[in-house]
């Protein structure tokens, strides 16, 4: 079985990376997986780099989707692991993640939900929004990721997010997508109703506000102090 963790990231977030990688690149010897960079865009908006996981999937029966501003703690389980003890009934997943519509945000993601199917028609989606910050995606899932025109491309709030899974209900596979507990994916959301401190994985996404300090950096900083250790 090979897998990989794969890391979008360009020089935007050289700041960001020199405090999380170090928690990033221990997980992945946790894991014992290969680590991949993906930096160029070829082409694309740099969201939609997770399209390469097309060609990565040649190689690779599973991936886990990293975005840069995520820490996650030494605790955390190895997802490939954990992985196989969860099922969507008889079917087996293809997608492992933390779902968004939540809280005081469930309005707004079932928005981009419904704005997505106004461009490019009804698929019956209404909700579960995933968060590809921390998603373990598998071969199976291949082809939501398929090289398409930016005109097919959901360029709007939410990005990747929203177009892979209008793809994945446009294929008929959404009943084999698995929801991860918040605490593989800790966001700012979650604060509303789960401590942070309980988390695996904290992602500083936006504004990164999980600490109340006065940036995403002085938020990272803040948990190294007192979350990580």
Known sequence: MNRAIAIRKDDNYNEIAELTLPSIKKYVDKCKTDLIFISDCKGYHPHYRILQFWELFDTYDQILSLDIDVLIRSDCPDIFKYSELCSCGDKSPILYSVF????????DRHNRIQFIQDKFGPVDWTEDYINTGFSLFLKDSKPIFEPVSEDKLWMDLGYDDVYLMYKI??????????ELPCSFNHMSLFNEWFNPQNSFVLHFAGMGQLFGQKSRIDNIKYALEHWYK
């Open 100 to 107: 968004e519509d939540k809280g005081s945000r469930e309005l």
């Open 169 to 178: 209900h446009q294929l008929g596979l959404q009943d084999r997508v698995f």
